[in-house]
């Protein structure tokens, strides 16, 4: 029903700043809470930042609160995660997630619908 496609990851330097965008087909995108998860190699998949439907309460891990900001724009059915003061830790493969209960925190398990990723390297 919904296909999730993320752009805007790169190579950059510690310090640089990336926006990743998750662009949402079909008609129910504000239907949706959205968030951000990433892998990096040999590690498990976290959570990120989440977003409610309306926009109006955010969610952030720890390790990137103060760091990364989470937006959406129904208008455009597109989620953005702000990525600046990268740190070469916050290197992975960054995944666009959907949920149709509307919580800003997600778990992994309760994702409805994934992104194909998109990788962000951040050199020393």
């Known amino acids: 029903q919904v296909q999730l496609v993320e752009s805007g990851g790169g190579l950059v330097q510690a310090g640089d700043s990336l926006r990743l965008s998750c662009a949402a087909s079909?008609?129910?995108?504000?239907?949706?809470?959205m968030g951000w998860f990433r892998q990096a190699p040999g590690k498990g998949r976290e959570f990120v930042a989440g977003?409610?439907?309306?926009?109006?309460?955010?969610d952030y891990a720890d390790s990137v609160k103060g760091r990364f900001t989470i937006s959406r724009d129904n208008a455009k059915n597109t989620v953005y995660l702000q990525m600046n003061s990268l740190k070469p830790e916050d290197t992975a493969v960054y995944y666009c997630?959907?949920?149709?209960?509307?919580?800003?925190?997600?778990?992994?398990?309760?994702?409805?619908?994934w992104g194909q990723g998109t990788q962000v390297t951040v050199s020393s």
């Open positions: 079909g008609r129910t995108f504000s239907n949706l809470a």
């Open positions: 997630a959907g949920r149709y209960r509307d919580s800003s925190y997600f778990i992994w398990s309760l994702v409805n619908y």
């Open positions: 977003i409610n439907r309306s926009g109006g309460s955010t």
